[in-house]
């Protein structure tokens, strides 16, 4: 009995660390005025009939704060990398020598670092209501052991705490990334 409770809270837990780790990630693409790698995460290249991400096709380096520097692994593919790049939503223009593309990333205006933080309030939102839809599907678990007898009322309402902790712990921490990723945007 115990046992089952402890294992649907384990369950809460690991599905609950998805979510954020998710969140995390998700947040991680979202351009600011600061270069980061991650921003070409999300850019798959035609490469030869195949679509390949393209951190598999080239090294991808933070050369300066507003400047990112790839170098592709075969020198041939640097016009597919290009056009994928002009193709995605990353807003960015490449720039290449034959052997390196360089992206240069512009200062985001006023406007567009507004519009940045209602996107990244948005994906943080998704975040908490999957926090939240895993809680609600556990407290229904925990509602129909009770229900079948094979947890008392007490052994009930003790995992019912635990799991609202759990779930407070993880959109205070979705809470956390989200004002990072706030002040990152805002940063000027």
Sequence with gaps: MAEMIDEFLADAKSRMHKSVESTRNELATVRTG????????RIVVDYYGTETPLRQLSNIATTEARL???TPYDKSAIGAIEKAILESDVGLVPNNDGNVIRLGIPEL?????KEMVKVVHGVAEE???AVRNIR???????RE????GEAGEDDERRAEELLQKLTDQKV??????????EEEI???
């Design 172 to 181: 205070t921490e979705l809470e956390a990334i989200l004002k990072g990723k």
């Design 127 to 129: 975040g908490k209501v």
């Design 109 to 113: 205006t006023e406007e567009r670092r």
């Design 136 to 142: 609600r599907d556990v407290m229904s678990d925990l």
């Design 145 to 148: 052991l009770k229900k079948e």
């Design 34 to 41: 600061r270069a980061s790698p991650h921003l070409l995460d």
């Design 68 to 70: 990112l520097t790839l």
């Design 186 to 188: 805002l940063e000027v």
